[in-house]
């Protein structure tokens, strides 16, 4: 008997499952009970932030106030804190300390198991503390000392001590004890971890007391010497969680460059010449700053709490869903015939869903399973399919309009409109992906690739009938420019993906046979709690990246560090504006390497931005500037996550991947110097000067590729045609008339070459000294 094909055969799917979260190497995989209560920690943490941000009040229902639980609206601050405490809580009961082992499968309870629950005494006495605090202050019953909030004085006890012996210490031991346990304790993958509990508790304990004290007038006194002790101590437990966790899902690179900041804070006054501060910052002054709005709870986290949760909640939707699995599809059926055809379909999906996602690596990690095995099968050599896949994933994180979150953080450090933004953002984008195409095509063309088969890929004519289901991401932006907040359109988007998820069952059932069910299933009850789980798990690495990127903001805030650099800026900029320029691209970079686009940019922000402003590059430009570097850093060697990713999936050495995508992406390396000469190309000057700029940048783009390539007017170019194609893309990237004349006329020189003397394209450069 033979089997029919179903649907989904029939139409010759490839992509399945790349909607599913990536499992890393030190996440729990819990079942059960465990499962159902970390799942539905996940779950109420994103709904949280989903009814928080478009003020749902279930307390306007029953008009009963708890103090330290969320009422809504909430207080800024109480809101940011809660949102890091939950993130911290929910983090370390999902990511063990270190990576798993098959020993781990078999570790029983034993000392350290006892040490760390013993420790949990102190951890809830700071906590119960915290909460006794503000039922205190709730009751009204403290007194005022120089215009601060205090404890209340009782048994002659010293308000200072009684911070110190009943909620600091205590809180202190608890929390660098349970750090500590957590590299010594073993425990089963599927198991809780005392270690971990005792941490979360931490940090709830940690929220309570800051959620308390800040709303009474002790907010007044942070970054002064008189901040509360409480304070200090508090917030130095909070700034190791948050140290802890970002090393948990992160790694170290973070880790290790907040280090940086936190020891030059304290050594700063012994330092020479611009790093040098007039007095030194004592310990209690310092964490009683940097868990405030200039710090931790600053942009990053006030972008992460609002803009980013949202849009990994509509993200969550959209997996949820399998709509993802649909765009892959598209993107195979539409360009998999194309030479070299699963490139051009990373171009097009890793960018797209890596726009949505955030994350250079770890979008790379999601489509790349799919992209660069295909890859590999049509011809391309591993490390070249790793590293179109890494290039084509960085570049989602500069795609308007959600630029993985980037467009946000921007608008929330410089106040520019994001509307503003996402339009001045077009332009660098079709330039970079263009440029990459061109890369990606040359190369199968010089190599004779060819497309994949008819059979090989998904129908076309049947999946173009599901592009309703492009819809979620057409109202977000239709939304976004009709002038409607960011959260309301992402929250109407988000509302449309569970809407559109049905269609395709209506369909079918509507008209039998008509269209492919491509996987995607309507999504009921379920589905969205599930929807909200994943948002809440994918929501961790970010929210905790942004916390920590806030320590380092807090620390450029109170030494004004960043001033300093401005001021080198400027002594550079009397020698060469160009020097400059090239200064702040590797400070950009630097800053960069091993971090995620979100904490990269921001961090940069603050210490090369405000110099690039003094400069006089308008703060667009300058912002757009160190973006664009810190979002290549993923894929500039010698620390290159994304590459580092692709080169995982292809077997490619790491090193060599990311100097291929270094080449692949190197239109993103010249187009940010290109603003300051032409602001044009961010959609700055009329109709007239916008288009000529974009239509010469991206002919400049495809010359570029041409001369890295060696891949000219469809035939491999000397050495000497490939340096003057080169030259001329520099000219046309410049956009202005006489350089467009020039860069036409090298070009016509070099075509002319070609054609007329036909050079060979395999001689040599020639090496003075040489035969």
């Not at 002659?156 to 012996?165: D, H, L, M, Q, S």
């Not at 006194?221 to 948990?248: D, Q």
């Not at 069910?517 to 948002?535: D, H, N, R, T, Y």
Request: hydrophobic share 55%; net charge neutral; proline share 5%.
């Amino acid at each position: 008997m033979v089997r029919e094909p179903t649907q989904a055969e029939d139409v010759g799917l490839i992509a399945e499952g790349v909607d599913e979260e990536p499992i890393e190497g030190n996440r729990r995989l819990y079942a059960g009970w465990r499962l159902q209560a970390v799942a539905g920690f996940g779950a109420l943490y994103a709904l949280f932030h989903m009814a928080a941000l478009n003020g749902v009040s279930i307390s306007s229902y029953t008009g009963v106030t708890i103090p330290l639980l969320p009422q809504f609206p909430m207080e800024t601050w109480n809101f940011r804190i809660f949102h890091i405490a939950g993130a911290l809580s929910l983090g370390f009961l999902m990511y063990n300390a270190m990576l798993f082992s098959d020993k781990d499968d078999n570790a029983k309870s034993g000392l350290w198991d006892k040490i760390a629950y013993a420790l949990m005494l102190p951890a809830i006495l700071a906590l119960g503390v915290s909460f006794w605090f503000a039922f205190m202050i709730a009751g009204g019953d403290l007194p005022e000392m120089s215009g601060l909030t205090t404890w209340p004085a009782f048994a002659g006890t010293p308000i200072y001590n009684k911070e110190v012996w009943y909620f600091g210490l205590p809180l202190l031991v608890a929390t660098f004890g349970g750090i500590v346990l957590g590299w010594l304790e073993k425990a089963p993958r599927d198991r809780f971890r005392a270690s971990d509990i005792l941490l979360a508790i931490c940090a709830f304990a940690v929220a309570a007391y800051l959620i308390a004290i800040y709303g009474t007038a002790a907010r007044n006194s942070v970054g002064t010497p008189f901040v509360p002790i409480g304070v200090a101590f508090a917030a130095t437990a909070g700034s190791a969680l948050i140290l802890e966790l970002t090393r948990r899902v992160a790694g170290l690179a973070l880790v290790i460059i907040t280090g940086v900041f936190l020891v030059y804070t304290f050594t700063a006054h012994l330092l020479p010449g611009i790093l040098a501060v007039q007095n030194p910052y004592d310990w209690k002054r310092f964490f009683g700053f940097v868990y405030t709005d200039a710090g931790i709870l600053g942009p990053t986290t006030a972008v992460s709490s609002t803009y980013i949760i949202l849009f990994i909640i509509f993200a969550a939707f959209l997996q949820a869903s399998k709509v993802g699995d649909y765009f892959i599809n598209f993107a195979f059926a539409a360009a998999g015939r194309a030479r070299g055809g699963p490139a051009k379909v990373a171009i097009f999906a890793s960018g797209l869903m890596g726009m949505i996602n955030g994350t250079s690596a770890g979008n790379v990690v999601a489509t790349g399973s799919l992209t660069i095995p295909l890859m590999k099968k049509v011809g391309y050599k591993p490390k070249t399919a790793g590293a179109i896949e890494a290039a084509a994933s960085t570049g989602g994180q500069i795609m308007p309009p959600i630029m993985g979150a980037g467009a946000f953080i921007m608008a929330e450090i410089t106040g520019i409109p994001y509307q503003e933004i996402a339009i001045a953002a077009i332009i660098p984008a079709v330039l970079y992906f263009v440029s990459v195409y061109f890369m990606v095509d040359f190369e199968a063309a010089k190599l004779g690739m060819r497309g994949m088969r008819e059979d090989e890929l998904p129908k076309f004519a049947k999946l173009v009938r599901q592009a309703y289901l492009f819809l979620p991401i057409f109202i977000l932006i239709v939304a976004l420019f009709m002038g409607y907040s960011v959260i309301r359109a992402g929250t109407l988007a988000t509302v449309a993906a569970a809407v559109i998820s049905w269609m395709p069952i209506i369909m079918v059932r509507l008209f039998p046979n008509s269209l492919p069910e491509a996987a995607v299933s309507g999504m009921g009850p379920c589905q969205i709690w599930k929807a909200f789980e994943l948002a809440g798990v994918m929501s961790i690495q970010i929210i905790a990246v942004c916390a920590c990127a806030g320590i380092i903001v807090g620390v450029i805030s109170l030494t004004g560090v960043g001033a300093r650099f401005s001021s080198v800026l400027l002594d550079l900029a009397g020698v060469s504006q160009l020097l400059a320029l090239f200064f702040a691209m590797c400070i950009a970079i630097l800053l960069g390497m091993g971090m995620p686009t979100t904490a990269a940019y921001a961090v940069a922000a603050s210490v090369v931005a405000p110099g690039l402003v003094q400069l006089g590059i308008p703060q667009l430009t300058a912002h757009f500037f160190v973006f664009y570097f810190a979002v290549v850093s993923a894929i500039t060697p010698p620390v290159a996550l994304a590459s580092y990713a692709a080169a995982g999936i292809s077997g490619a050495n790491p090193m060599s991947t990311s100097v291929a995508s270094f080449k692949i992406g190197i239109a993103a390396f010249i187009v940010p110097f290109m603003f300051f000469y032409n602001s044009a190309l961010l959609m700055d000057g009329t109709w007239y000067e916008v288009g000529r700029a974009g239509v010469t940048a991206v002919f400049g783009v495809y010359l570029l590729s041409a001369g890295v390539q060696g891949w000219f007017w469809g035939q491999r170019s000397a050495w000497f045609v490939r340096l003057a194609v080169g030259v001329a893309a520099l000219f046309m990237i410049e956009g202005g008339l006489t350089t467009d004349v020039i860069g036409i006329a090298v070009v016509a020189a070099a075509w002319l070459t070609q054609k007329v003397f036909k050079p060979n394209p395999d001689a040599p450069i020639p090496v003075r000294g040489s035969d």
